[in-house]
């Protein structure tokens, strides 16, 4: 959990407390994972059970579709590998995806 705060959430640069809403994994309620939590100035909201299943789904499943839609159509590098969605392309993902929760 350490990891990917700090590879993918990254240190908090604008002092604003973030939100990410997570299942109820083990892993995401040990005290190492509280404490990274605490470290990147980040606030958990865990869902329940059906909550994850009721909005998380169809979140989950809409965002699964755009990524691979993504991969499949977006440009590659000379070397062939794919290149980077820009934010606006994670902030479009992330919209429309909500947008799918009934």
Do not use: C
């Amino acid at each position: 959990m350490h990891e990917w705060l700090s590879r993918v959430w990254g240190p908090n640069v604008d002092d604003v407390r973030r939100l990410p809403v997570l299942d109820q994994a083990p892993i995401h309620k040990t005290q190492a994972a509280t404490n990274a939590f605490e470290e990147y100035g980040t606030d958990v909201l865990y869902n329940p059970q059906p909550a994850e299943v009721y909005w998380n789904k169809p979140f989950e499943s809409t965002l699964r579709h755009l990524w691979e839609q993504y991969m499949y159509e977006e440009a590659r590098t000379p070397k062939g590998n794919l290149k980077k969605p820009s934010r606006g392309h994670e902030l479009a993902f992330d919209a429309e995806a909500w947008a799918s929760v009934p």
